[in-house]
């Protein structure tokens, strides 16, 4: 079944950036499907944080609008999200996943971002 690598998670201060790649495998149809990236807090339910469609159109959470993007690569397989004015409360665990995948619960490892001073 298709796997998903998150990477690109740390320690970063209020107001910094990172930028995540997630890494796709084992599926053909790549670019065919909307891919998202989701976070879950602790203590809290995962949430959606950003999407791209097949042919590039994107939506956002409202609470990371304007200050997150989403990015894929079809020929590389890659889906990235670049994070600026990085938030305590933006702190947790990201996944990224197809939107079937992650209605069947398959999910990475995550990489973790903890924005702390």
């Known amino acids: 079944q298709v796997q998903f690598v998150e990477s690109g998670g740390g320690l970063v201060q209020p107001g910094g950036s990172l930028r995540l790649s997630c890494a796709v495998s084992?599926?053909?149809?790549?670019?065919?499907?909307?891919m998202g990236w989701y976070r879950q807090a602790p203590g809290k339910q995962r949430e959606s944080v950003a999407s791209?469609?097949?042919?590039?159109?994107?939506n956002y959470a409202d609470s990371v609008k304007d200050r997150f993007t989403i990015s894929r690569d079809n020929a590389k397989k890659m889906v990235y999200l670049q994070m600026n004015s990085l938030k305590p409360e933006d702190t947790a665990v990201y996944y990224c996943?197809?939107?079937?995948?992650?209605?069947?619960?398959?999910w990475g490892q995550g990489t973790q971002v903890t924005v702390s001073s």
């Open positions: 996943a197809n939107q079937l995948a992650a209605a069947k619960g398959t």
């Open positions: 084992r599926s053909i149809f790549f670019s065919t499907y909307t």
């Open positions: 791209i469609s097949s042919d590039g159109s994107t």
